[in-house]
């Protein structure tokens, strides 16, 4: 069944606590993305990857950091830095040599303790 | 100026009704249009995708792009309760460029009640 799945569905974070979302694809896709989603303000895009070790900031990168070792793969760590981290996290993907249509997963919610 | 305007609504309509969701955007260089359905507590699907100008249409749903008013629209027809949603317009310029970034609305909130 193929896919992007986002886990874990529910995350709740401590105050001071770096946390952990997964996003892990198996599209083949080149391109990853994560965004951020508040009530009424849309998807404001916080990091994205079109190749494996490497990735650019997106409109909102502070207080959050990424990596991409692996093709399939694109995790997000919210840290400590990130003083209203509370939102719906969304991953996505596109094969950037085809019709380059984003695809998502179905998020994260995130929650301050 | 953001890139993209869309009227979050909320947008309340009975059983049967044309719905009709639009966005506008300032950029010109965009050239690929999109309408993402996003149900609650989901993820975006993909409903329409559009290149460059004219409508397209599948089944219930039409897309209709204007380049030259920088004017996207979908239209809904014999609009049910299950499209009960928020719907995302979405769009991008040239590949090379945006390197596949999307920009997008904030999303209008539509509830179709019976």
């Known amino acids: 069944d193929g896919g992007i799945t986002q886990s874990p569905k529910y995350l709740f974070r401590k105050e001071g606590q770096n946390v952990t979302l997964s996003c892990e694809q198996n599209?083949?896709?080149?391109?990853m993305y994560w965004y951020r989603q508040d009530p009424g303000q849309g998807l404001r895009l916080i990091y994205y990857?079109?190749?494996?070790?490497?990735?650019q900031k997106g409109d909102i990168a502070e207080g959050y950091s990424v990596s991409r070792e692996k093709k399939e793969s694109f995790p997000l760590t919210v840290t400590s830095a990130q003083k209203n981290p509370t939102a719906f996290y969304l991953c996505?993907?596109?094969?950037?040599?085809?019709?380059?249509?984003?695809?998502f997963g179905a998020g994260t919610r995130l929650s301050v303790l | 100026q953001k890139e993209v305007e869309q009227d979050p609504g909320p947008l309340s309509v009975p059983e049967g009704a044309i719905v009709s969701l639009n966005c506008t955007y300032s950029?010109?260089?965009?050239?690929?249009f999109m309408w993402y359905r996003q149900y609650s507590r989901k993820g975006p699907e993909l409903l329409m995708y559009?290149?460059?100008?004219g409508n397209k249409e599948d089944g219930r749903f039409t897309a209709q792009v204007d380049k030259s008013s920088k004017y996207i629209s979908l239209f809904i027809r014999d609009s049910q309760p299950s499209d009960s949603a928020t719907y995302l317009c979405?769009?991008?310029?040239?590949?090379?460029?945006?390197?596949?970034?999307?920009?997008f609305g904030r999303g209008t909130q539509l509830t179709v009640w019976p």
């Open positions: 979405a769009m991008s310029g040239n590949r090379g460029s945006t390197l596949g970034r999307l920009y």
């Open positions: 996505a993907s596109s094969n950037l040599a085809g019709e380059d249509i984003q695809y």
């Open positions: 599209l083949n896709h080149d391109a």
């Open positions: 950029n010109s260089a965009f050239q690929y």
């Open positions: 990857s079109q190749i494996v070790n490497d990735f």
């Open positions: 559009t290149y460059s100008s």
